[in-house]
């Protein structure tokens, strides 16, 4: 594995995303991934699933130092007493004693910022939190929690992929010291059919997916975080790490953002999206 190092922190660079993984079969998908070598495990309070990579995680029996385990606080649990609470049940459902990556899900409209922040500082404080970060914050969010809020954040998680080419929030998080965390970073299974970075992959013996991926990770402080519930798939985006793009490769792929192709659905509470 390869890693990201910010402020001091070392971040697996290829992490296991398990939205939409549940059950039974999401708990077998994620030790799964453990099996293979995945270190970095992506969940959410809004995935419902916590608990199923908490039983991953004991049954995998990996010491917990080797392993990077994010989650985000949901938008029902913003606000002081709310992001303690979920949290501590967050802990209890991944039954683990620390977060190494507390998330803010996506910013809030109703609840002020500093209040959440300060009680993830505190959890930060008494060691049941050891980074914190923010997702879907948009270049104006992210200088409102760091700014105006103080807060020492590791990490903005955005959807970030050869079609989406999200320049001005790089621009800001380089401006802070911070990694990016790439979500969906296989546009949701469109880099698999793009026609150019096919091309590209024949001349490596990689797949499409493969060289999505490596364009990615291949940038300063960017992590992917890559959900695959087939077994092939997943082993394919591992071996993302072993090979490096030319740089005339990495510009054509660095032309594809001018599609501007955002895959997520925007959610009615989604903040107003900086324009590249
Ligand atoms: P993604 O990782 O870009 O794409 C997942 C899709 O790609 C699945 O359909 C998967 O199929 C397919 N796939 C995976 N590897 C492949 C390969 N090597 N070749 C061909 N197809 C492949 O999309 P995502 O799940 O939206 O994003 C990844 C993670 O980011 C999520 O699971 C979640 O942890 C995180 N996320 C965060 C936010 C946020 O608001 N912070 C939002 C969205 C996502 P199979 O499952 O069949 O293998």
């Known amino acids: 594995m390869r890693y990201v ?3 001091a922190t070392k ?63 949901d938008n029902a649990n913003h606000g002081r007493a709310a992001t303690r609470h979920s949290t501590e049940e967050s802990l209890r459902r991944l039954r683990t004693d620390y977060i190494d990556l507390l998330l803010i899900h996506w910013p809030s409209r109703t609840v002020p910022l500093v209040g959440t922040l300060e009680t993830m500082a505190a959890l930060r404080r008494e060691d049941k939190v050891r980074n914190l970060g923010v997702s879907n914050f948009t270049t104006t969010l992210l200088a409102d929690a760091v700014e105006v809020c103080g807060a020492d954040l590791l990490c903005n998680q955005v959807e970030y992929h050869p079609f989406l080419p999200q320049r001005r929030v790089r621009a800001a998080v380089a401006r802070y010291g911070m990694m990016l965390t790439a979500y969906s970073p296989l546009a949701k299974g469109r880099a698999a059919r793009d026609p150019v970075l096919n091309a590209i992959g024949k001349t490596y013996g990689k797949t499409a997916s493969q060289v999505a991926l490596c364009w990615l990770i291949g940038q300063d402080a960017v992590a ?24 005339e490769d990495r510009a054509a792929i660095d032309r594809l953002g001018d599609l501007n192709g955002r895959v997520n659905d925007v959610p009615e509470w989604s903040p107003v999206w900086d324009k590249d």
Not at 17 to 28: C, I, L, S
């Open 5 to 7: 190092t910010v402020k």
């Open 11 to 73: 971040v697996p660079i290829l992490g296991f995303g398990t939205w939409d993984v549940f059950g039974a079969e999401g708990r077998r998908t994620i030790e799964e991934a453990l099996s293979q070598g995945y270190r970095h495990i992506d969940t959410a309070q809004m995935y419902g699933n916590e608990n199923q990579v908490g039983a991953a995680i004991r049954s995998s029996r990996i010491d917990r130092s080797e392993l990077f385990v994010v989650t985000k606080i």
């Open 224 to 247: 992917a975080i890559p959900k695959a519930s087939n077994r092939e798939h997943m082993m394919d985006n591992l071996a993302a790490l072993d090979f490096t793009l030319t740089a």
